[in-house]
């Protein structure tokens, strides 16, 4: 059964550190988003490659975001240094030829 | 920036009953895609409804999609205590791109 992969699936660091996600996505397809879920925002899209190609990371903020895909099955996610303001939770999705999105069961991450 | 913002945000019904979700959204597009998230987990896709299609059933669901009004709805029939979710409604971002932006959802509450 194919799904889409991240790790880790539950985070609580203080304010400063240096966090890391992961994500697998499914085998075969080439486009993978980064999204952040919040109750005041709900879903918010901070980036997306395609091919590994970043296409689109306007949503992140840059000073302390960074996203990255090192080869085809692996994305990640850096936040550094991390604020309260950033406890969210972090969903990974691929999606292949169609217009399908699959999304991974989400990184949750607690600032202290 | 393109979103569909769901009515109403929460739904109780008791089990047995149909659920009625909209969603609304501002400029054209050639899809629209419902999605449902249980507690803790990640969002599941549901169904996907093209510009050209004004209905579609899949099982127990029904979407309908008025381009001219700018709106979908989401009919669950026969509501079961496992509906109990949170359902989107996701747009593209650029009529068919494949960057799809959300609304923050309807917290449907099917009660047994």
């Known amino acids: 059964d194919a799904r889409v992969t991240q790790t880790p699936r539950d985070k609580v660091t203080e304010m400063g550190q240096e966090v890391t996600m992961r994500c697998q996505p499914i085998?075969?397809?080439?486009?993978v988003f980064w999204y952040r879920q919040t109750m005041m925002q709900g879903l918010e899209l901070l980036a997306y490659?395609?091919?590994?190609?970043?296409?689109?990371d306007s949503g992140m903020p840059k000073d302390r975001f960074s996203a990255e895909m090192p080869d085809a099955t692996l994305a990640t996610l850096k936040i550094q240094p991390s604020e309260p303001r950033d406890s969210a939770v972090y969903f990974c999705?691929?999606?292949?030829?169609?217009?399908?999105?699959?999304f991974g069961e989400g990184s949750w991450l607690t600032v202290v | 920036s393109q979103q569909g913002e769901e009515d109403p945000q929460a739904l109780s019904i008791q089990e047995g009953e149909n659920a009625t979700m909209n969603c609304s959204y501002k400029?054209?597009?050639?899809?629209l895609q419902w999605y449902r998230q249980n507690s803790g987990r990640g969002l599941v896709h549901l169904i996907l409804?093209?510009?050209?299609?004004r209905e579609k059933h899949s099982g127990r669901l029904r979407v309908t999609l008025d381009t001219s009004k700018k709106s979908s709805s989401l009919l669950i029939t026969a509501s079961r205590a496992a509906d109990t979710a949170s359902y989107f409604c996701?747009?593209?971002?650029?009529?068919?791109?494949?960057?799809?932006?959300f609304g923050k959802g309807t917290k449907l509450t099917v009660n047994p």
């Open positions: 999705a691929s999606a292949g030829s169609g217009n399908t999105i699959y």
């Open positions: 085998l075969g397809h080439n486009t």
């Open positions: 490659f395609r091919n590994r190609a970043p296409l689109d």
């Open positions: 400029t054209s597009i050639n899809n």
């Open positions: 409804i093209r510009s050209n299609e």
């Open positions: 996701a747009t593209p971002t650029q009529g068919g791109s494949e960057k799809l932006v």
